[in-house]
Structure formats: C-alpha cells, structure tokens
C-alpha cells in the first residue's frame, strides 16, 4: 500500500533577521510537515525565540522567504523583502498560533473570555459554537472550573494551560511553542508536558522552542539544534540528542546534562 504524502504546512528559505550590526539568524531553511513535532534546542542567544518571532510575524525579516499551506507570506527578491498584501496577510496569520513563555493572558478577561474573544470577533464566528467549544477545551486542560476566573487568580500552570486552550481556539494548522515551560517551576512544568505530550498523541503540528531534553527526545519527530543563528544539526531525537555528530551539539547536552 503507498504511503499517503504529508501536506507541507511551513516552508521557510534562507531566512536571515538582524537587529543593528547583529546578525541573529543566518540563512535558515526548514520544513513542516503536517502531524509532525519538531523541538528546537540550543543555548540562550542561539536565535530560536527570534526565529519564531519571525515565523509569526512578530518580527520583520531582513532576507529569506516563509509560506504557510502554500501561500507566501514573505519573500525577497533582489535584496527587497516584500510581504503579502494586508488581507493576504490576515489569512495566512490563520495557519498558526504561538503559545509565549509567560502566558500574555488579557488579566482583565476571565479564562472563558481569553479563549473566545478572537475566534467570535476576528473570525467572526457562531458565538454559541465557540462558547461550546471553548468549554470542551478548558475541560481538555483540566480548567472545567476555572472558566469564570481571572488570570491572578490561577497558578503559571493553569495560566499557560488557558493559553494553550486560546491558541487551540483559533483551529491552527500549526501550534509554536516559545519556551512554554520557562516560567513555570517543575510541579507545573510537568502539567504542561503532559498536555503537550496528548496534543502530539492526538497528531497537532507543533514547533517547540524547549530546554526540556527529556521531553523532545520522546516527543520529537525531528530536533533542531541552533547556535549561534545557524541550524547547526537536525534530525531524529535518537541521532541528535543521543549521537550527535556536531562537537557544538555535543558540548551544549553535556552542559545540560549537567545542570
């Protein structure tokens, strides 16, 4: 029986983003493919949370490309960056999600109101499916009860979990991670692993910028290692981070393994 070809949800060429005289990615080129979860390690500096930040837009790229399902977001030709029109843009915007580090709840909105607020007003959608929907998500993150609370009055671990159920609302074809356990101390951390571990059970997309080794070994389709603005190594877990060929690779789990 063939083997059904996976649909590429990312495609990102020669990307290269510098702030001032700093060069902080340099020509980096990856591929998504749809059910695939990619962790990306590396040591603070090594251009992984700018890299996300520029697959969703949050920052202007210097050079390269990134298309999402097909449709190009950005490209550049003759040394121009030139970004899809405004509409095109909102449209391709809807491919994606990014759950940040420290949660970026609206702390004026209750749980409920953080996940409902943009599929009703930016996607315009039935209020009373994603008022349905959002009460099955904060049911799939534990929260049943915590629809009604306000963002100070939940621990980092529900506060993420809430983020998490937001980004899950908007039906993205790819979910990126920033770091999602970095605010968060070991008790909590470990209930965030354990709903990504059921989101990659379940086949979501998901690109995870983490320091947790442990989990990206047994959750990874693929690693990328970064440093220093470069991919410097990728592959399965099993061959970079438990044979790695790079000596940079090598020195950075050492280095973690340690800690």
């Avoid at 209750?110 to 930016?122: E, G, K, R, S, Y």
């Avoid at 609302?169 to 209930?191: C, H, R, Y």
């Amino acid at each position: 029986m063939a083997e059904i070809s996976k649909k590429t949800l990312l495609e990102v060429k020669n990307l290269s983003k510098s702030f001032g005289d700093l060069r902080v990615l340099k020509d980096i080129s990856m591929e998504v493919e749809q059910s695939e979860v990619i962790s990306i390690i590396g040591p603070s500096g090594s251009g992984k949370s700018t890299f996300l930040r520029c697959l969703t837009m949050l920052e202007k790229i210097d050079g390269g490309s990134i298309a999402y399902c097909g449709e190009t977001a950005v490209t550049s030709e003759s040394g121009t960056v030139c970004y899809a029109a405004k509409s095109d843009l909102r449209r391709i915007q809807g491919y994606f999600g990014l759950v940040f580090q420290n949660f970026n709840l609206f702390p004026h909105y209750t749980a409920l109101q953080n996940i409902t607020d943009a599929p009703i007003h930016v996607q315009k959608r039935d209020k009373q499916e994603v008022m349905a929907e959002a009460a099955a998500l904060l049911k799939k993150m534990g929260l049943s009860d915590k629809g009604d609370y306000y963002p100070y009055q939940l621990s980092g671990g529900q506060q993420q979990r809430v983020a998490i159920a937001r980004a899950l609302a908007m039906k993205p074809e790819i979910l990126f991670f920033d770091e999602p356990t970095s605010a968060l101390d070991p008790e909590l951390t470990a209930e965030i692993l354990k709903v990504l571990r059921a989101l990659a059970a379940e086949k979501m997309t998901m690109v995870i910028v983490t320091h947790e080794i442990d989990f990206a070994r047994s959750v990874s389709d693929r690693v990328i290692f970064m440093a220093d603005g470069l991919v410097v190594e990728q592959g399965a877990p099993a061959d970079v981070i438990d044979n790695p060929n790079n000596e940079r690779t090598k020195a950075f789990l050492r280095k973690m393994s340690e800690e």
